[in-house]
Each structure stands twice: as C-alpha cells, then as structure tokens.
C-alpha cells in the first residue's frame, strides 16, 4: 500500500476506530489532538500524537491549516477524516492534493455536487432515481408560498447546504411559512454560510432507510446491503439496524440498486451512503441526500457483511480497486446499533459533561462497542455527547432484540446521566419489537418514558421520606 503513515483529523470514538484499521494494515498513526483530547484514548493509542490548537474546535479540529500543517510536518502520507468537523470539506481535500497528500475520501467534486441538496436532487432525477415532489431555490416567500401549495401542507423547509439534522423546519399551516423561512434561512447562514433554502413534501409516516456504497477509481461501484435509521430525534439518529425492517422485499432490491446507480452516475470513489425516505403508506421511496463520508453507524453493515469499511476506505485512497464483487457480498442474520449519549432525556436531552467513574460496558461474543471511554475519563464540554455505540449480533431480528435487551441492561456508567435508561424503553418498546419503526416513534414514545421516569423519580422520593420518619 502506498500509505504509510495517516495523520488523522478526528477524536473520540471514530479516531479509535481508525486507529484499529490502520494496525491491521500496518500504517502509522498520527492522531491531531486539541489540547482538551491530549489524554484521551485515542492519543494513547496513536503511534504519535499532535496538538493542533485550544479546545474549541473552531481552533482545532475545523482548523484546515493547523490539520495541514501537522501532516505535512509529521511527514504523514495521508489524511482520514473520520466522520464530521472537515470529513466533507471539499477545501480541505483541495489543501490536500495541492500538498501531495493522499485525502481518504471522495474528491471536492463528489463533496460539491452531493452536498448541496438542490444538485442533489437534480442529479438523482437525471439518473432515473425517484426524488421527492419540491422546489428548486426558494427566492421569495411568494414563491415559497405557491409551491407550498401545489405540494400541499405539511411540508418541510429544507437548506441546500444543511447536513446532520440540521437546516430544516416542518410547516404544517401556510400561515407560519413566511417565518419559517426566515428563522430556517438565519440557521442555514449561520450553522453552513449559505441560507439558500428549498422546499419538499413532508412524508409523516415514513422509514429512512439509507444503502451503503464502495466506489473506485477504475468505475466499480458495489452496495453493502441498506440500513434503517428510522429511530430518530429532531432529525439525529438513535438507534440504527440493518437489514432494514418492514420494507417489501420486492423494494429492497431496487432501493439498493437506485443507491448504485446514482454512484455510478457521478463516478464516485471511495466510502459513501445514498439515504432515502420510504413512504409507509404509499410503498414507494425517494431520495433524500448523499453523505459523502464515513457514517456513524457504518459498523451496523461491517457486522452484518464481514468487511471492514475503514479498511476499505484507505485501499481504494491508494489507488486499489474495490477487493470484492457485488456477488461475494453476503448479508447474514441482523444487526442493531444503539449510541449511547451523555444526555439527560428527562430534560429535553441535554448534553452534559463529567468524570465517568465507573465505566462497564457489556461483553459477549455476539457484542461489539466501539467507544473512546473509560474508567476515570472526563468527558471535555467542547464536542458532540457520543459516548459509545452498541452494536449486536443476533441470527434474525428477533434474537438480535432480545440480546441488544440483556446488552443494554448490563451496560452500567457512573458519575454522569446518559441515555441508557432511554434506549432499554426504546428496545422493549411494543413497536419496535415488531418491526414497526418510523421517524415518528421516538417522539411518540418518549412521553411514556418521561411518565414513567417522573414516578420512579417521586417513589424514590417517597421512600426516602418513609427511611427517615418524614
């Protein structure tokens, strides 16, 4: 392989995970570490380790020039995003080849056209994929107005250039657009530099289902089967499994095969995930976007298929042609992943902070963590709540519910509040056992588990007034 040595631009668990994929090709790691990660695992376990700036990530991990900077002064060959911060800056892939370093990615073209959702679109509709019934720009709450009303409420505000859940607003009522599209346009301009904003019919009772791909330079392009990330709130995902539950398998095939072809379409190379909507009530499914990058939940397809997807992601940067062919790709039994959050649900999800002072995650041969914590890590204020991702084997859906059940209640952290309790409700939640997911049931559920966490809250309460006489 020509990559020797990888400089990478991330923290947190999926530093680790690359990490992990290098030792197995024998490349060393350079890990670029703000100063509030320099005793993180990750840094313990890179070969060396950099410190590219304070911790706020605007100096750090957003920093384009320090990342530079520190690859081409550790002499590394490449550099692996991760997922998030810069993974798709097509800047910074730009700052790359200007430099002789190899980006392990798509190229700035790839980056360009998929992540603005508007070309997007118009891309997937010239290959022939199905899109949803929307808008091109929006220019003026007039025109904002009539397409809304050919669409029909509710409808959903979208930026061209938003990204993780971020950018959209559902309107159900034309007499809240207007301000709608202002509040969406100030979040656009200030979350991306671009309040270029486009409508699309809202789909109430939908799955998302999202297909991963391999592409390469020599024009071979292979899926990896499809994921479900219905499980979802305000837009970021919760829970994610493949394959994808209560799709028809006379869709499955084509839901697939669309992800292909709109790869092909634009030649793409290297590690990337097509995401749809698939309409319950229609049977029918649209493109949503293209993420250009590596996912958060790519390790619910490595399970369910054998191939290490990070791996894959260097060989084809160095030039190799994809190892596998479409008809070795073999998806066998089910797979859920659950990431597990410093968060409190009770209070609206708020992130917070701590020392985690017992860390005793679920063992197994059917259980995988990919996570950067430990015994005694302090979690810095600084980045995204993620503190682990749960990922569970089981022969078919039914027996990967009931060992993600034991696996999560094995799961003990101390010293900060997370979601686990949360993810026990989801996964003995009567829908979700069987199979009846969509993007509404989080929201529809979390009432239930806030009820019944006030009564745990007002027992323990009682109890403690009953132990001291009160």
């Known amino acids: 392989m020509s990559i020797s040595r990888v400089l990478i631009a991330n923290r947190g668990e999926i530093a680790v995970r690359v990490i992990r994929a290098c030792q197995e090709l024998g490349i060393e790691t350079v890990l670029a570490v703000s100063q509030a990660d320099r005793d993180s695992l990750p840094a313990r376990l890179a070969d060396r380790v950099v410190c590219i700036g304070p911790a706020q990530s605007s100096q750090s991990y957003l920093n384009c020039q320090a990342i530079l900077a520190a690859a081409l002064g550790t002499r590394s060959d490449a550099i692996h995003p991760g997922y998030g911060f810069l993974a798709e800056s097509p800047e910074l892939v730009e700052a790359c080849v200007a430099a002789g370093l190899t980006f392990v990615g798509p190229s700035p073209d790839h980056m360009r056209k998929m992540g603005n959702k508007i070309q997007a679109r118009a891309l997937a509709r010239r290959a022939g994929v199905p899109t949803l019934q929307g808008s091109e720009r929006i220019e003026s709450a007039r025109q904002a107005a009539e397409v809304a009303a050919q669409i029909g409420f509710p409808i959903i505000i979208k930026a061209a250039a938003g990204g993780g859940g971020r950018g959209m607003k559902l309107v159900t009522d034309a007499k809240d657009l207007e301000q709608a599209l202002i509040s969406t346009a100030a979040e656009a301009r200030a979350g991306f530099g671009d309040p270029t904003l486009y409508l699309e019919r809202f789909i109430a009772n939908a799955r998302h289902i999202e297909v991963q791909v391999l592409g390469d330079r020599f024009g071979n392009v292979i899926h990896l089967g499809e994921r479900d990330c219905s499980l979802q709130r305000r837009h970021q995902k919760i829970v994610e499994e493949a394959p994808a539950p209560g799709v028809p398998d006379h869709l499955r095939v084509p839901i697939q095969s669309a992800a292909v072809t709109l790869a092909r379409e634009i030649s793409y190379q290297n590690a990337g995930t097509v995401e749809f909507l698939f309409d319950e009530d229609s049977k029918q499914f649209y493109f949503l976007e293209m993420n250009t990058r590596i996912q958060v939940e790519h390790p619910v397809t490595e399970v369910l298929t054998g191939v290490d997807l990070v791996q894959q992601q260097f060989r084809i940067a160095a030039g190799e042609r994809i190892g596998i062919s479409q008809a070795e790709i073999m998806l066998r039994g089910h797979v859920i992943e659950c990431r597990v959050t410093a968060e409190i649900p009770e209070r609206d999800f708020r992130p917070n902070a701590g020392r985690i002072t017992r860390w005793q995650p679920p063992v197994g041969p059917n259980i995988r963590l990919d996570t950067h914590c430990y015994d005694g890590y302090s979690i810095p204020i600084f980045y995204d709540s993620l503190l682990a991702k749960l990922i569970v084997y089981g022969f078919d859906r039914s027996e990967a519910v009931r060992r993600t059940q034991r696996a999560l209640q094995r799961f003990s952290i101390s010293?900060?509040?997370?979601?686990?309790?949360?993810?026990?409700?989801?996964?003995?939640?009567?829908?979700f056992i069987d199979g009846k997911v969509t993007?509404?049931?989080?929201?529809?559920?979390?009432?239930?588990?806030?009820?019944?966490?006030?009564?745990?809250?007002?027992l323990t309460v009682n109890a403690g007034c009953i132990l001291s006489g009160r």
């Open 415 to 431: 010293g900060i509040e997370t979601t686990l309790a949360f993810l026990r409700h989801l996964m003995n939640w009567p829908d």
């Open 439 to 458: 993007t509404r049931l989080v929201e529809d559920s979390l009432p239930f588990f806030q009820d019944s966490s006030a009564s745990e809250a007002t």
